[in-house]
């Protein structure tokens, strides 16, 4: 995996009103912690953090943050965002050494056709994303879920997929990742119909009545 470079300044001033100072000259408020080291209160530039999560490896990228002369190795282990606009609000980094085995959430990727969904079937997917234990430089930028063999009525479970680069899936091995459903058919209206035709001839036998009764006054009136 390849790694991200990332400026970062320290920030001495908390609180809501300087972190809202931060955000409106375009800079975003953060964290950096882990392995024993005292957290160090940064912000990072809010377009930079946004091009390094738009890479392959999507918020799983390995970033080197830089501070100062310093180098740390992190990955963005939570982000909050704006509800609706969408901004960075702040991010925590976590550090991370080579060679030790982090535990991240990587996307499903469905390959193939599936026959069944030739035949008519619907591709159901069930799980989107998989929890993934990996070396931190060798995290997957997804796992392949293989469709290719699967015919209405079949189901592809956790334990059917391989995962690369040597991760280990964590999810329950029989927790289904897609199925091929049959299409759902829609009932005919019947009864509604026959509601239809039922008023249609109580309003035609009224219309007798009431003819019958217009005939009986003009013989009377006569």
């Known amino acids: 995996m390849s790694e ?44 930079q953090f946004g091009q390094a999560l738009r890479t392959d490896a999507g918020v799983n990228v390995l970033i080197s943050l830089e501070v100062g002369r310093d180098q740390h190795l992190t990955l963005a282990k939570e982000i909050q965002r704006h509800p609706v606009k969408g901004d960075y609000i702040h991010v925590d980094f976590i550090q991370v050494r080579r060679g030790e085995k982090v535990h991240v959430q990587v996307s499903v990727r469905l390959v193939g056709e599936a026959p069944g969904v030739r035949e008519g079937g619907i591709a159901d997917q069930d799980l989107y994303q998989l929890n993934v234990e990996a070396e931190v430089t060798a995290v997957p930028e997804a796992v392949e879920a293989d ?32 199925s091929v459903v049959a299409p759902t ?30 005939e009986g006054e003009d013989r009377s009136e006569a």
């Open 4 to 47: 991200y470079k990332l400026a970062a300044e320290n920030r001495s001033d908390a609180g809501k009103g300087a972190a809202r100072r931060l955000r409106a000259s375009g800079r975003v408020p953060a964290v950096l912690y882990g392995h024993g080291t005292k957290p160090q209160h940064l912000s990072v530039d809010a377009r």
């Open 185 to 214: 058919v829609e009932a005919e209206p019947v009864a509604e119909e026959a509601e239809e035709g039922e008023a249609g001839a109580e309003d035609g036998d009224g219309g007798q009545a009431a003819e019958g009764a217009g």
């Open 147 to 178: 469709i290719s063999g699967l015919n209405i009525g079949d189901v592809l479970r956790v334990g059917d997929l391989k995962a690369p680069g040597g991760a280990v899936i964590l999810d329950d091995p029989e927790a289904p990742v897609v």
